[in-house]
Nanobody
Framework: QLQLVESGGGLVQPGGSLRLSCAAS????????IGWFRQAPGKEREGVSC????????NYADSVKGRFTISRDNAKNTVYLQMNSLKPEDTAVYYC?????????????????????????WGQGTQVTVSS
């Protein structure tokens, strides 16, 4: 019933930009913190960025700070990830996921932790390939 769909991935040259979207259906996205995660072949799923339910706070992995920007439009039930200055090491399948609610952790902890296993309602992922 809680579904997320990622879109916006594709092939881009190093230094280029992409904007990913995470659209929700079946629930109100504004109730949840939303995280972006990525998984490259042979690597574990890692946290990329997270935004609080209100959009008032964000968190980024060190590897993407200064290059990626997360935002949300709760009226559209959508979270975005603007990716600039892309590098080959950014190549991965990108997923968005919603937090599991305050029964498990405080609202702020989900984004501070950026731990994939704490999130639920995962989307199917969108491929981002950075190559010349």
């Amino acid at each position: 019933q809680l579904q997320l769909v990622e879109s916006g991935g594709g092939l881009v040259q190093p230094g280029g930009s992409l904007r990913l979207s995470c659209a929700a259906s079946g629930f109100t996205l504004g109730y949840y913190a939303i995280g972006w995660f990525r998984q490259a072949p042979g690597k574990e799923r890692e946290g990329v960025s997270c935004i609080s339910s209100s959009g008032g706070s964000t968190n980024y992995a060190d590897s993407v700070k200064g290059r990626f920007t997360i935002s949300r439009d709760n009226a559209k039930n959508t979270v975005y990830l603007q990716m600039n200055s892309l590098k080959p090491e950014d190549t991965a399948v990108y997923y968005c996921a919603a937090d599991k609610g305050p029964t498990y952790y405080s609202g702020s902890y989900y984004c501070r932790s950026l731990i994939a296993s704490l999130f639920g309602s995962w989307g199917q992922g969108t491929q981002v390939t950075v190559s010349s």
